[in-house]
């Protein structure tokens, strides 16, 4: 049995309930009961035991003392495996920027709608910071994540300011427009865009105002760095 997705194709009812599960544990590390999966999932519990049965057998899931559901050991070999299509060097050089800035920074992948953090670094001195951990997927993405991606399809008369700016700069501006006390500045990762898969981007975010001019150079530099540990 299947259901059409929003995209035409049809796709396996039990592998995308599979799927929305797994993403839906991920956002509760507490775990979660059956009740709640089942209301959560929209589905009956029949069927549901049977998708957990099988990723139980997996190790992708587990259930521990009190009933809950939890993400299991197995999930640990997929995250390492998607960690290695990374470019080398990747955490430490976000450590660097993020030191020599002041700011949070971060590498998303931009795919479509969805941009998700998939390694994040904060200063290593006190302070408050934005903090966002790998895998959160922005429900709103910030403006100057979206403008960097939009920078790079052929100029048109209707382009918001935001994204002419990116244009000339090499690089887009957030200024809290669209998340209030969130400032940002974000670059394409050099050569990304080129690659099948989704597009790498490297943003620097700070709950402060600041100057954008301040933070550019050693942007643009990890974005390059990085880009070229790509090839």
């Not at 994040?120 to 993405?141: L, Y």
Request: charged share 20%; glycine share 8%; net charge neutral.
């Amino acid at each position: 049995m299947g259901i059409v997705s929003e995209s035409g194709p049809q796709v396996s009812t039990t592998v995308d309930r599979a799927g929305a599960l797994l993403q839906l544990l991920a956002a509760h590390p507490e775990g979660l009961g059956i009740t709640q999966l089942t209301r959560e999932l929209g589905t009956q519990r029949a069927p549901l035991y049977r998708i957990l049965q099988a990723l139980t057998k997996h190790e992708l899931v587990r259930r521990d003392a009190r009933k809950q559901y939890l993400l299991g050991v197995g999930t640990l070999a997929l995250a390492r495996a998607y960690a290695s299509q990374l470019p080398v060097g990747l955490e430490p050089q976000l450590q660097a920027l993020a030191d020599e800035t002041g700011m949070s920074a971060t590498v998303n992948t931009a795919d479509g709608e969805a941009f998700t953090v998939v390694a994040a670094r904060t200063p290593a001195r006190n302070g408050e910071f934005v903090v966002t951990q790998p895998g959160f997927r922005h429900p709103v993405p910030p403006e100057s994540m979206r403008a960097a991606v939009a920078a790079l399809e052929p100029p048109s008369d209707d382009d918001p300011e935001i994204v002419v700016e990116a244009r000339r700069l090499g690089y887009a501006v957030g200024r809290g427009r669209a998340i209030a006390s969130r400032y940002g500045v974000t670059a394409v990762v050099a050569g990304s865009a080129a690659r099948s898969g989704p597009i790498l981007i490297l943003n620097l975010a700070s709950i402060h105002p600041f100057e954008h001019e301040t933070v550019s150079a050693p942007l643009l530099r990890t974005a390059q760095a990085i880009g070229l540990a790509l090839r």
